[in-house]
């Protein structure tokens, strides 16, 4: 008979955005699945950290008021892993930044049996050495890394492309990411990073694109090392804020509209997609073409769309599509991976 | 530290289209994932079964000419329940059969210890005291029960409302499915029943439906229990063969293009779709006008489109969209179950 563990440790650093909901949502957790108990042990942001040494209980609700007053300097990495990897029962680190110098660290905290879910792009889409020193220090303590939502939130993709790999089917092409010339009013609406450069420059669909390589099997060196078209004019690249970026935007909008043109002669529409061609082993991010017809043109808001073709789906891809950022959502995906290794850990 | 069992056991029902595909794959997960060792201990179809008393191993590569020629007669479904139970080590039964006699047998299974996978609509469609019956079936007993594939075949459709309500968000509407017009076409690329009829009177979908409203939470008592458009036309729904269906369906094409033009001259198109509505918990299977810029309005083949309405996504829905049909894929979905299910059961 299967003994069960009573308590996971749950570490979570970072309370922005995500982290704000993933708390929320921890605490549904706590009371709605009362076995294994989940126990918040130790809470960080920038600045500030709450924990006992004792690894008491942190309450869940109050976790972030208490930060604010009793909170301490956040200690060292090596500290923490120190701290998690001497708990009583197994240890769940919830990464909802997305630091570097935490990303660099997942192989140590992995190595010491201390088990990761985050949406952290970094630590997937950094050096392919990364990547490798991450699974395999998993590997050698058994212990479990989900980052279902480090590619468009809440969606399942991660999990579907795993589950057509593992299955046995081939991979022949996938990607798709919405790209919106109305930069300003996607920025307004929140959809952009503070600086919108840093979207239009292609590095977080590459960041994504690397990812889905790696886990369908090539060894992307890093996001950077495949083709990248950055559609912030080159002479605005240099300019020093996000703000001067915006104002100087429009003398660029005809450029743009020639590009929308030229696709509507040819009853087209233009989109910014990442695309992976597995049997030419080909990456790339960039303007593309589409016919009307297609999904990608019924794409709204900040929606993702990922378009799986594989040997099995043949001509008709497995499609996922929907909103591929926001707090709730991104929670939300990192509550499931939590929930699913729950049992790989728990028993 | 968990104890790892070495073996699980598998008993295989049903070699039709999905079951061969799904041989086909065990083999491959057999070799693929070395822990624990996937065993297949019995193989059965309509008129004959092979297993050995011992319980040693059936080649998965020659299971189904051994069948062929050594297969004996079928036991009873106790039978087959009380050998499972005393096999050496935790067991799964894989059902790839749409057999009514073997759903309603599910709790016995499961009340036995024995885990259960399969694309077989009937136990999860079939009355609410079944639903309940195998629920608490699984639960007594610790036993596993995956049934992604019983609604969409291999897309992510079931474990994403799962991940959706676990995670605390709500369901306010989902739905979806394309109807064809094409009847005989359709029947001739093999996307039909048999008799087209059993498409076309709603049934499948309204079973899918079920399945879906029951895992949001709404008790529906069967799948006839809520509104179903039946669009074979009154007049043929009594005639005895699925070829006399299919040579007197032109007589009625007016009246569906009459349809067809009503919707048009508002800009819009027809679909045979089902919905869920939470809040006023009403469940429909029928014809329905949808915008031309709305994702259904690309759907292919025999494509399935479901589209989740929630609180956290708001008016942009989750949408899961691909071949709803296939043997290679809806074993793909039933590998992916098993695949999940063995850290539950294994250690």
Chains 1, 2 share one sequence.
């Not at 600045?47 to 009793?70: C, F, M, N, P, W």
């Not at 669909?205 to 690397?210: F, M, S, Y």
């Not at 696709?263 to 790339?284: L, T």
Request: with cysteine; glycine share 10%.
């Amino acid at each position: 008979m299967p003994v069960s563990l009573d308590e996971v440790y749950i570490a979570v650093i970072g309370a922005g955005r995500v982290g704000n909901c993933f708390l929320k949502q921890l605490a549904y957790l706590r009371k709605s699945c009362p076995s294994p108990c989940l126990r918040l042990c130790y809470i960080g942001i920038i600045g500030r950290a709450l924990h006992h040494v004792d690894y008491s209980e942190v309450e869940i609700d109050t976790a972030l008021g208490k930060l604010k007053s009793q909170g301490q300097a956040p200690p060292s990495i090596p500290w923490i892993i120190d701290y998690l990897a001497a708990a009583p029962s197994k240890v769940v680190l919830v990464d909802n930044t997305s630091a570097s110098d935490l990303a660099e660290a997942y192989p140590l905290f992995l190595r010491r049996g201390i088990s990761i879910m985050t949406p952290n792009k970094k630590a997937f889409s950094g050096s392919y050495q990364l990547w490798q020193d991450i699974f395999s220090g998993a590997k050698s303590a058994g212990s479990h890394l989900f980052h279902e939502t480090s590619v468009g939130a809440g969606l399942p993709i991660i999990s579907t492309l795993k589950d057509l790999i593992v299955t046995g089917d081939e991979i022949t092409q996938g990607g798709g990411q919405k790209w919106s010339v109305t930069v300003r009013k996607a920025k307004q609406l929140g959809y952009t990073e503070p600086d919108p450069r840093d979207d239009l420059n292609g590095i977080d669909i590459a960041r994504k694109l690397t990812i889905l390589s790696r886990l369908a099997g090539l060894p992307i060196e890093s996001p950077t090392s495949f083709l990248l078209q950055n559609l912030v004019p080159q002479e605005l690249q240099a300019v020093q804020s996000g703000e001067e970026f915006l104002q100087r935007l429009p003398e660029f909008d005809n450029q743009m509209e020639m590009h929308k043109a030229a696709a509507e002669r040819e009853g087209k529409f233009v989109r910014f997609v990442g695309s992976i061609d597995m049997p030419s082993r080909e990456v790339k991010v960039g303007m593309e073409r589409f016919a009307r017809s297609h999904p990608i043109a019924a794409l709204q808001g900040s929606d993702n769309i990922i378009s799986f073709y594989t040997r099995r789906y043949g001509e008709n891809p497995l499609i996922v599509e929907g909103a591929g950022a926001g707090g709730d959502v991104i929670a939300m995906g990192v509550s499931g991976d939590l929930l699913k290794t729950l049992p790989h850990i728990a028993w």
